[in-house]
Structure formats: structure tokens, C-alpha cells
């Protein structure tokens, strides 16, 4: 006879997951509020020729790059996008309104559609004024000029 060791956050980890996914189908499903989208950052901090800069680059795959607003201020950066649920042209015509489409043609939802926002508070300040910006193959470059 063996005693097995208790793993008591497992089990808590095991019903976190039924409970999120329970609430995720009675609330999104049946009255199409969205869950929080998370954007994962990478953020580099750069010392190069006698300038400093940062990189960020977040995860934002299945947005249209004139969706995307960035707001540089001198400690932070936010940025704000929409993604909108998408098929391509020869699957399906969506002829009603999204959340409508969704909600009643929906047997799971793991995606997010919707408004994404992302306030990424900086270590120095950076100059507004000499920024860029590239969306490429579902990911958003931003490079900052520190002060």
C-alpha cells in the first residue's frame, strides 16, 4: 500500500479552469460580453551609438494595421486596436451584426474579438516625437527614442 502526496493547488489549478470555462460560456455565449484580452510584450532597452532606445514588441496577430492607435506620452506608451471576427470571403458572408453572428452560431469561443487595450508604463521617458512603428506578420514594433 503506497500514500499518495496531496496536491492541493493542482486541484485548486483544476477548478480555476472549470470555472473560468463555465463562465466563459454563460457569459460570453448567452450575453456576449468578451473576456479580457491579454497582449503579451517583449521590451528591449537598447544602448546604441550614443543614444538610447527601447523595442517593445507585442503580440497582436488577426488585427488590420489601421485599427491599431498608438499614444506615446513621456513615461508610457498605450496602445489600443479592434479585432473583428474574420472569414475569409469564400467560407461564410456575415450579413448580420458580429456579436449576433457569434452568439448564436457559436459552439466554442477561445478566440478574442474586440477591443484590445495596453498601457505600458516606461522606466525613462521617451521623446514623442521620434518614434516608429511596424505591423508585421501579427506582431506591432515599436521603437522609442529616450530622452
Do not use: W
Not at 90 to 101: A, K, P, S, T, W
Amino acid at each position: 500500500m503506497s500514500i499518495e502526496k496531496e496536491k492541493p493547488f493542482f486541484e485548486l489549478s483544476k477548478i480555476k479552469d472549470i470555472t473560468s470555462e463555465i463562465l466563459n460560456v454563460v457569459f460570453i455565449k448567452n450575453y456576449s460580453l468578451k473576456k479580457e484580452y491579454k497582449v503579451d510584450t517583449d521590451i528591449f532597452y537598447i544602448k546604441q551609438n550614443g543614444k538610447e532606445y527601447y523595442i517593445l514588441i507585442l503580440s497582436l496577430p488577426g488585427l488590420k494595421k489601421n485599427s491599431i492607435e498608438i499614444e506615446v506620452q513621456e513615461d508610457k506608451i498605450i496602445v489600443k486596436a479592434k479585432r473583428e471576427l474574420f472569414f475569409p470571403a469564400d467560407m461564410v458572408e456575415i450579413q448580420e451584426d458580429i456579436l449576433n453572428f457569434i452568439t448564436q452560431h457559436s459552439i466554442s469561443i477561445e478566440n478574442y474579438y474586440g477591443n484590445i487595450h495596453r498601457q505600458i508604463n516606461l522606466p525613462k521617458k521617451v521623446k514623442s516625437d521620434n518614434s516608429k512603428a511596424v505591423y508585421l506578420k501579427g506582431f506591432l514594433f515599436i521603437k522609442l527614442e529616450c530622452q
